[in-house]
Nanobody, 124 residues
Framework: QLQLVESGGGLVQAGGSLTLSCAAS????????MAWFRQAPGKEREFVAA????????YYLDSVKGRFTVSRDNAKNTVSLHMNSPKPEDTDVYYC?????????????????WGQGTQVTCSS
């Protein structure tokens, strides 16, 4: 089992910045592609960003391109999401997820391990 624990959520003003972190333990972190999703109450979980096992590839939800950056440190078993200039519509619970290193996916079903989530609230 791979355990994932997110941190760094909180209240941020629109136009500010916030960095979410996800610490992994239990299995070899570099065996997994990693992703960030978000979910609002009553809505489906939405893909935000994904990064390949070696950090060589990354892709993003169109609405966060140029504002959010996903990165990973395989030596520290962590993946981060730096949120620059967040908007009120970015308010959600953010989850990190781990999936097979064979493909970089945007679908939640492609990810086997999930964290418990961290709340991000962006005020205008």
């Amino acid at each position: 089992q791979l355990q994932l624990v997110e941190s760094g959520g909180g209240l941020v003003q629109a136009g500010g910045s916030l960095t979410l972190s996800c610490a992994a333990s239990g299995r070899t972190f570099s065996e997994y592609n990693m992703a960030w999703f978000r979910q609002a109450p009553g809505k489906e979980r939405e893909f935000v960003a994904a990064i390949s096992w070696n950090g060589g590839d990354a892709y993003y939800l169109d609405s966060v391109k140029g504002r959010f950056t996903v990165s990973r440190d395989n030596a520290k078993n962590t993946v981060s999401l730096h949120m620059n200039s967040p908007k009120p519509e970015d308010t959600d619970v953010y989850y990190c997820a781990a999936g097979s290193r064979l493909f970089l996916h945007s679908q939640p079903g492609a990810y086997s391990y999930w964290g418990q989530g961290t709340q991000v609230t962006c005020s205008s």
